[in-house]
């Protein structure tokens, strides 16, 4: 016959229901998580004592070409297009494409620039297109480790500060090619990295990838609380983009930003769009 009583060793039972302490336990290691990720934030951009006339080794400034402010200011217009929550404390905003070459990389450091240079608070640029990054090329970086790395704990966060004209704007490069890009959006959701963002930046931009071909689209897209979708001209096809709004949902997209119809785009920059 099974016994009740319970051992002094034990000590006394918990009287909650398993369900209600499966959820604590998942808060508390979203709460972890979140101050790992604000740990590693500090971290990447802590000064550390150098010797006079040295600069911190662990610090990397974007020595990328600068975009010009014709092209800034139109990215400009684009975000001041959305309407955000006004009682919100950090705006969450992903730019997409419907396929590679539309430029929305381009449009993302535009945005992320903009949105810095109006609010002078911290502004974080993520590289979320885990399959094939292109961030790095645009800030004169080598392509490395990145935050597909860090997620899978093979190194440490890279954060790389913006050029000196704009100070508060960071960005975090994806890392190098992943064949698997869906599990690092898993992971993005289950260990809430987006809550150690928010609570760390007032302005966080998301490049994602492409919306069309991938499978993972409601996760990627999901991680932000606005999106706008990056079009060019004489290129993109409108059945493309009549099928990325479907597939994300017409009430998710908060614009279109339609871009290489200025003349005036330089040479050296139309193959970075």
Same mark, same amino acid.
């Not at 010009?68 to 139109?74: A, E, I, L, M, Q």
């Not at 009682?87 to 450091?109: F, H, M, N, P, Q």
């Not at 970086?141 to 997620?151: A, C, F, H, K, T």
């Given at each position: &016959? ?49 010797? %006079?006339?040295?600069?911190? %080794?662990? +610090? ?54 903009? &949105? ?5 608070? %911290? ?48 960005? +975090? ?36 990838? %492409?919306?069309?071909? +991938? ?29 990325? +709004? ?28």
């Amino acid at each position: &016959m099974a016994s009740s009583v319970v051992s002094e060793k034990e000590g006394p039972r918990d009287p909650r229901a398993p369900e209600e302490m499966a959820a604590e336990d998942d808060v508390k290691q979203g709460n972890a998580v979140a101050t790992e990720f604000r740990e590693s934030i500090t971290e990447a951009l802590s000064p550390r004592q150098t010797l %006079p006339g040295f600069a911190d %080794p662990r +610090i990397e400034r974007a020595s990328g070409v600068e975009l010009p402010s014709w092209f800034v200011d139109r990215c400009r217009r684009a975000y001041l297009s959305v309407a955000f929550d006004a009682a919100a404390e950090c705006r969450v905003l992903g730019v997409t494409s419907t396929a590679y070459g539309e430029g929305k990389t381009a449009v993302a450091i535009g945005i992320a620039t903009a &949105m810095a240079i109006d609010t002078k608070k %911290p502004t974080l640029l993520v590289e979320c297109d885990f399959a094939a990054p292109s961030l790095h090329k645009f800030l004169g970086l080598d392509q490395g480790r990145g935050l597909s790395e860090w997620l899978d704990g093979d190194s440490r966060l890279r954060v790389v500060r913006g050029a000196a004209l704009v100070p508060n704007v960071f960005m +975090i490069p994806a890392g190098t090619p992943q064949s698997e890009p869906a599990r690092f959006f898993y992971q993005l959701v289950d260990r809430e990295v987006m809550l150690g963002l928010r609570e760390t930046f007032a302005n966080v931009v998301m490049d994602l990838p %492409p919306t069309l071909n +991938i499978s993972y689209g409601s996760l990627a897209f999901g991680l932000a609380d606005r999106l706008l979708i990056v079009a060019r001209s004489g290129v993109t096809l409108t059945d493309d983009l009549e099928r990325s +709004i479907k597939s994300i949902g017409k009430k998710r997209v908060n614009g279109i930003v339609l871009n290489g119809t200025d003349e005036r785009t330089p040479a050296w920059l139309r193959p970075l769009l």
